[in-house]
C-alpha cells in the first residue's frame, strides 16, 4: 500500500478517528442490525458488504433516482449507485412498471418471452454482434463465453489483465508477479488449480507482452476490459485496443470484450464509442436497471462454429446455463432500461455531468498540489493517489492508499455523500445533477482543508 499520497499521516490518524466516531453515532440502527445479523455469514447477505470504510455496512431504507435513506433516516447522494448496478437510477419508473406487470403474470417459467428477443435486439444495435444469450450475472456470462471459445478452439488457456476485474471467474484471480511471470492474485479463495495451468496473464497497455504470452499458440481469449476499473480507471493508450485487436487476430484467439463497467462510456458501452470490433462482448448489472442479470454477444463466425458442433451439449448439461437465467422477470427489466432509462440522450446527459464532475475534481486537487490524478470513462470518473495517472494494474494497485480512501469516504458519508466503497469511484446516473457534483466537491474540499 502506497504511503506516498502527499498528506500528513499523523493528522490523517486523528481525522479518520474523529470521522469513524460521528459514522457510529450517525448509523446506530444500521450498528444494531449488523450485530443482531447472527446467522449470516459475515454478518451480511454477502461477504464483500463488509467492505465498508465506517467499521460496519450502511443499512437500506429505501432508494429512489440518485438518492438512498437508510435505516437511521440519514438520506444520501448517491454516486456509487451499486458499483454500477444501478446506473440507470434506482427504481427508475418505466423498470418498476415493467417489473410489476411481469410480476403479477409469472416469475420463473422456463420459457421465452418476447421481452428477451428485444432485449437481444437492441444490444445487438448497439453492440454490433448480432446473437445474444442471458444469464443472471456477468460473472456467469464470462464463464459460459469462455467455455464456449475454449470448445471451438480446443485450446486450454484465456489471457487476462493484471488486476482487471471479471466477477469471481477463477481464471481472472492471475497477476502479474515482481518477476514479471503469472502468479495467483492474493487472496484468492480455494482455487481449483494452479492458476497459471488455467490462464496467462499480462499488463494493460503492454502489447509486447501481451504477444510474448500469445506466441505459446494455446490462448482461447483475450478476455479484458476495454478500460481497467475495479483498480480504479486506467484508459487505454493511443493505438493499445488496435493492437489487441491485431495480436489476437493474428494468433488465432478470439477478443471478449467485459464491458460490464465500461458501458459508462456510452449507449454502447467502449466498444460502440472506440470503434471496437471484438468477438464476444459480455455485460451485466446497469442493463437490468437494478434485476440481475448478465447477457454476452456473439459475432456472427462464432455462431457459424458453434452451430456446426453436433458434439456440444448447449440444450442441457454442457456446462452453459442455469434454470433461471432468461427469467421472464430480468428481461422485463433488460427491455425497459434500454429502450426506456439508458437511451441516448440519457448517456449525453450523464456524460455531461462527468466531465463537469472531474473537471471540478481537477481544479480542487490541482489548488492543494496534490499528487493525485483524475481519470473519466464516460459517465464513470475516479481519482488516484498518483500521477500521472497508473498506465496498467500493477501500477494502479501500488498506489492505493486503504487508509487515506476510507477517511475521505466516512467524511463524504458523514455528511451525506457515498461514493463507491472499494474505490474513489463516481457514478453518474440519468438523475444526477450539478447540484448534485456541486454539493460532493463542496464536502472534498472541506476534507481536504482539514487534512492538509
Do not use: Q
Amino acid at each position: 500500500m502506497s504511503t506516498d499520497s502527499g498528506v500528513n499521516r499523523a493528522r490523517l490518524h486523528t481525522l479518520a478517528d474523529r470521522e469513524r466516531a460521528v459514522f457510529a453515532e450517525r448509523h446506530a440502527s444500521s450498528l444494531r442490525a449488523y450485530g443482531e445479523a447472527r446467522h449470516l455469514f459475515g454478518r451480511v447477505p454477502m461477504t464483500w458488504m463488509n467492505k465498508a470504510a465506517g467499521d460496519f455496512p450502511i443499512y437500506l431504507d429505501r432508494a429512489y433516482g440518485n438518492r438512498i435513506v437508510d435505516v437511521d433516516g440519514n438520506e444520501f447522494i448517491d454516486f456509487a449507485l451499486g458499483d454500477t448496478g444501478a446506473m440507470a437510477g434506482h427504481s427508475p419508473e418505466p423498470v418498476v412498471a415493467a417489473v410489476t406487470e411481469r410480476v403479477r403474470n409469472g416469475l420463473s417459467t422456463m420459457m421465452p418471452t418476447e421481452d428477451a428477443a428485444a432485449a437481444g435486439a437492441e444490444l445487438a444495435r448497439r453492440f454490433g454482434l448480432p446473437a445474444w444469450s442471458f444469464a443472471l450475472t456477468a460473472t456467469d456470462a464470462n464463464r459460459w463465453a469462455i467455455r464456449l471459445l475454449r470448445a471451438v478452439t480446443g485450446r486450454s488457456k484465456i489471457l487476462v489483465n493484471s488486476y482487471c476485474y471479471h466477477g469471481s471467474v477463477d481464471e481472472s484471480l492471475i497477476v502479474v508477479g515482481p518477476d514479471g511471470r503469472g502468479t495467483s492474485r492474493e487472496g484468492n479463495v480455494g482455487a481449483p488449480v494452479d492458476v497459471t495451468l488455467t490462464s496467462r496473464v499480462a499488463e494493460f497497455n503492454d502489447l509486447a507482452g501481451l504477444e510474448r504470452e500469445l506466441a505459446h499458440g494455446d490462448v482461447a481469449a483475450v478476455l479484458m476490459e476495454p478500460a481497467l476499473t475495479n483498480i480504479g480507471i486506467v484508459l487505454p493508450e493511443d493505438g493499445y485496443l488496435a493492437g489487441v485487436r491485431e495480436l489476437t487476430r493474428k494468433y488465432g484467439t478470439y477478443l471478449i470484450k467485459d464491458e460490464t463497467h465500461t458501458f459508462s462510456a456510452g449507449p454502447g458501452g467502449a466498444t460502440a464509442f472506440w470503434g471496437l470490433e471484438p468477438d464476444v462482448v459480455t455485460i451485466g448489472k446497469a442493463i437490468g436497471g437494478g434485476v440481475p442479470v448478465g447477457a454476452y454477444g456473439l459475432g456472427s463466425d462464432l455462431v457459424e462454429a458453434l452451430d456446426g458442433r453436433a458434439d456440444l451439449d448447449l440444450i442441457d448439461m454442457g456446462g452453459v446455463g442455469g434454470t433461471l437465467a432468461g427469467n421472464p422477470v430480468s428481461m422485463a427489466a433488460t427491455r425497459a432500461t434500454l429502450e426506456h432509462v439508458l437511451t441516448d440522450a440519457a448517456f449525453d446527459s450523464m456524460i455531461a455531468t462527468a466531465s463537469a464532475f472531474a473537471g471540478g475534481l481537477t481544479k480542487i486537487i490541482g489548488g492543494y498540489g496534490l499528487p493525485w490524478s483524475v481519470s473519466r470513462l464516460g459517465a464513470r470518473v475516479e481519482y488516484r493517489f498518483a500521477s500521472p495517472a497508473p498506465r496498467n494494474g500493477t501500477e494502479s494497485a501500488a498506489s492505493a492508499d486503504a487508509e487515506l480512501e476510507d477517511f475521505l469516504h466516512v467524511y463524504l458519508a458523514n455528511r451525506g455523500v457515498l461514493l463507491t466503497p472499494f474505490h474513489n469511484m463516481a457514478l453518474m446516473c440519468p438523475t444526477t445533477s450539478l447540484a448534485d457534483v456541486a454539493r460532493h466537491h463542496d464536502i472534498f474540499d472541506a476534507a481536504l482543508k482539514e487534512l492538509l
